[in-house]
């Protein structure tokens, strides 16, 4: 399942060859039957990516692979863009949703911020998210995703955090 997904997302970023990539992405995403499309997926058409968690932390990794190898998103086609454009706009949702759980709240902090156009939208998400009404696992996501920028806002936003009373981590 899972284990699976991420080896051959790792082998096709490895590899560099951005039609590799995108056929890859493609075959993954598209024909799981994941798409924000719950209400009509049966329990036969349910797969391993029908785990959000598991589809946030897989693109999460694919994302890393294809910054780390320097190859930018644009290389990819269209199609394989609005897959992960769709997967990006659910983990916001969820980020931002009370009602979805802890676990499954922090995976998908690991997808904010990628998004130049979404960027101030997704480090106003994290920085409300590092209010005490949030779980520490949670806060603790936010922190480690934050770690990850050397954009002076995302020091902004971990410093708001730490004002008197607010951040548990």
């Known amino acids: 399942g899972e284990k699976l997904v991420q080896a051959v997302l790792g082998q096709a970023i490895a590899m ?4 590799t990539i995108n056929q890859v992405i493609i075959s993954i995403w598209q024909n799981s039957q994941w798409r924000d499309n719950e209400s009509s997926r049966s329990v036969s058409q349910q797969n391993v990516l029908s785990d959000d968690r598991v589809r946030f932390s897989s693109l999460a990794l694919a994302l890393d692979g294809l ?3 320097g190859l930018p998103l644009n290389e990819l086609s269209e199609h394989a863009r609005q897959l992960i454009d769709e ?3 659910s983990a916001r949702r969820i980020a931002a949703d009370q009602n979805a759980t802890t676990a499954l709240r922090a995976v998908s902090v690991r997808l904010l911020g990628r ?10 998400l994290m920085q409300s998210l590092l209010a005490p009404r949030s779980a520490a696992v949670l806060q ?3 922190v480690t995703r934050l770690a990850q920028f050397s954009d002076h806002r995302a020091a902004e936003v971990l410093l708001s955090g730490w004002q008197i009373g607010r951040a548990h981590v």
Request: aromatic share 4%.
């Open 67 to 69: 910054a780390m190898r």
């Open 140 to 142: 603790a996501a936010v």
């Open 115 to 124: 998004e130049p156009v979404a960027k101030k939208a997704d480090f106003e």
């Open 16 to 19: 560099g060859n951005a039609e």
């Open 87 to 89: 997967v990006m706009q």
